[in-house]
């Protein structure tokens, strides 16, 4: 009787974890990353998310200055098979799977810029608005394996205000792989002279205006930061997603009088619901 139980139990233990299996399966991701939201639930077609989120940040780039902001969250995707074309707040983008270690992405995104508003202490006032502008972004991730435990990133990021490359190797946790679970990268970012000054310079003009000195910046190294990404269904169609980001900017950064800190901080929850 031991025996039959024994045989009865391992067969229903090896039923449950063929259907969990084939219940991921069916809800595979494109690639299983929290920080890359995938709505699609592994089948083609349109596929639609909708939330909001909570930001507590910097106010600027530099600031010691922090508040919450309200950001939207979710995004219009259309998938056919191991690509994804997506439009997400400002963005508008592709990404796609390339022999199940590469992922490929392209985006043109809006650039808000800083306004002298920003800063509620007056840290901003003289230096008038940085314009506003557009941004195309090209990113390659390159796995260790399939399982994407591992990963390397490369991203080039160019605007109307300068151009920046940010270069990560980053740690998947958990066996999902529908997108939940939690992601941590390490990130060094690289600047050139326009963007350097467009965010952390001060002309002639500006430095008569605000009184803060005259200040030119080189391209070059701009910070290494660390980002931790966690994604988790609730049920079928919620989602909530938790974000942190820290970035310990370089001495040249730093010493502008426009940074206040020396590094950049943010975290962020909100929720999503899947159509």
């Not at 639609?48 to 995004?75: H, K, M, N, R, T």
């Not at 506003?132 to 990133?153: I, K, N, S, T």
């Not at 008569?208 to 980002?227: C, K, P, Q, W, Y």
Request: glycine fraction near 14%.
């Amino acid at each position: 009787m031991k025996k039959v139980t024994g045989l009865l139990l391992a067969l229903c233990t090896s039923a449950l974890c063929f259907q969990t299996a084939l219940a991921q399966e069916e809800k595979a991701a494109l690639v299983p990353l929290p920080s890359l939201d995938d709505f699609t639930r592994g089948q083609d077609g349109w596929a639609f998310g909708l939330g909001l989120g909570v930001e507590y940040e910097s106010a600027y780039e530099g600031s010691d200055e922090f508040g919450f902001e309200i950001q939207p969250g979710g995004a219009v995707q259309w998938r056919r098979g191991d690509d994804i074309f997506f439009f997400a707040g400002e963005a508008l983008g592709w990404r796609g799977l390339r022999s199940d270690t590469w992922l490929l992405e392209a985006i043109v995104g809006f650039e808000e810029g800083r306004e002298e508003g920003d800063s509620d202490d007056g840290r901003l006032d003289g230096l008038g608005d940085t314009e506003e502008g557009v941004e195309f972004a090209l990113q390659a991730r390159r796995a260790f394996d399939a399982d994407w435990r591992y990963w390397l990133d490369g991203r080039i990021v160019a605007g109307e205000n300068g151009n920046l490359g940010i270069f990560g190797v980053g740690r998947r946790f958990g066996e999902q792989i529908d997108g939940s679970g939690s992601e941590l990268s390490v990130v060094a970012v690289f600047h050139d002279s326009d963007l350097a000054n467009t965010d952390f310079g001060i002309d002639a003009a500006q430095a008569a205006a605000s009184g803060l000195d005259e200040t030119n910046l080189d391209g070059g190294f701009r910070s290494i930061g660390v980002h931790y990404n966690y994604r988790n269904y609730i049920n079928d169609n919620w989602q909530i997603f938790v974000e942190a980001l820290y970035e310990r900017y370089s001495s040249d950064i730093a010493d502008s009088p426009i940074a206040r800190n020396n590094y950049e901080a943010e975290i962020g929850v909100g929720f999503v619901y899947i159509f």
